[in-house]
């Protein structure tokens, strides 16, 4: 996706991380998150359905996660890149702090802003 036509901030983030899809887990490298999604290295024992939805778990620590489904929207010989589709609310409640953190209240609060009123629309 072209950096003009982004939406929301990515952060860099390092963090212990799954994705799950029909039974299936594969430990993953988190490379970036967004409030809409998150991008992460390709596992070499990769193979998933790309139309599928998959879960994703980050372990920020020993018991506090950001647990998210997410769908596949592009993939290169090394990474993948997903859009969240649901998110529960301890998850957005971490998520947010997460974000706060790394670019600021006044640019995360814009960026929540027009992720809400994404989602509407889509309603």
Avoid: Y
Wanted: hydrophobic share 40%.
């Amino acid at each position: 996706m072209n950096e003009q036509r982004r939406h929301f901030s990515r952060v860099p983030f390092d963090a212990q991380t799954h994705v799950e899809q029909g039974g299936n887990r594969w430990a993953v490298e988190l490379i970036d998150i967004s409030l809409n999604g998150l991008l992460f290295k390709q596992p070499e024992d990769w193979s998933i359905n790309p139309g599928q939805p998959l879960k994703v778990n980050i372990e920020l620590s020993g018991d506090v996660h950001i647990c998210m489904d997410v769908n596949l929207v592009h993939t290169t010989a090394q990474s993948a890149g997903c859009r969240c589709a649901h998110i529960d609310l301890d998850s957005i409640t971490q998520l947010k702090r997460l974000m706060e953190l790394n670019i600021g209240a006044d640019m995360h609060n814009r960026e929540l802003t027009a992720l809400i009123e994404a989602h509407e629309e889509e309603l």
